[in-house]
């Protein structure tokens, strides 16, 4: 058994490293799509929310809400793989919890990505409402976590800073 978690600031690579991990048949957990769930539960647009949503998560069920939400997910995933690749950490209490549950087991990297790099990828990919939220507001909510931690915490450490193809290589060698 392996669980691979990754931590990183919004456009650093994680969804791309969630696209290698899948196109190696390793299932994938995705932290945001727990909180993307729960604005679909309460009515809301996951792009215009998602930040305020994973607060209030935090602030009513605790710090550990959304990790708590995705262990039985990464369980299940278990069951039928060997490797199951853990998306978006976003704190040291989050990190601790993992370490808690799956011990040695548990692996996290930490991707890091210049911030001009990562305005850029935020930008072509459309799924996030910037004009609400900048890209510094985001920054500043997700450190407001305890994400920083998390990063100075990690397990293995990638540099996103030269190309897709340098980037997918060095995600396969983590995952393998």
């Known amino acids: 058994m392996r669980v691979i ?11 791309e490293f969630a696209t290698v ?8 957990v995705t932290m945001g799509d727990v909180i993307r769930e729960e604005c679909r539960k309460r009515g809301l ?7 305020e949503i994973a607060q209030a998560l935090r602030e009513e069920d ?8 995705s262990i039985p997910m990464i369980r299940a995933a278990l069951d039928d793989s060997e490797t199951v ?8 209490d989050e990190l601790d919890r993992f370490y808690d549950e799956f011990g040695d087991d548990f692996t996290l990297v930490a991707i890091e990505a210049p ?11 459309g799924r996030d409402n910037t004009a609400e939220e900048t890209l510094r ?9 305890g994400m920083g931690e998390a990063m100075e915490r990690a397990d293995v450490r990638i540099e996103n800073d030269g190309t897709l193809d340098e980037f997918r290589t060095q ?5 393998e």
């Open 45 to 51: 647009d996951p792009a215009d929310h998602h930040g």
């Open 85 to 92: 690749l853990v998306d978006g950490l976003r704190s040291g």
């Open 62 to 69: 605790g710090p550990l809400a959304i990790a708590e939400r």
């Open 21 to 28: 991990a899948r196109e190696q048949g390793v299932p994938v």
């Open 115 to 125: 911030f001009e790099e990562r305005a850029k990828r935020i930008e072509t990919r």
């Open 171 to 175: 995600v396969r060698e983590v995952l």
């Open 5 to 15: 978690g990754t931590v990183g600031l919004p456009g650093s690579g994680k969804g």
């Open 137 to 145: 507001d985001r920054d500043e909510r997700e450190l407001g976590f």
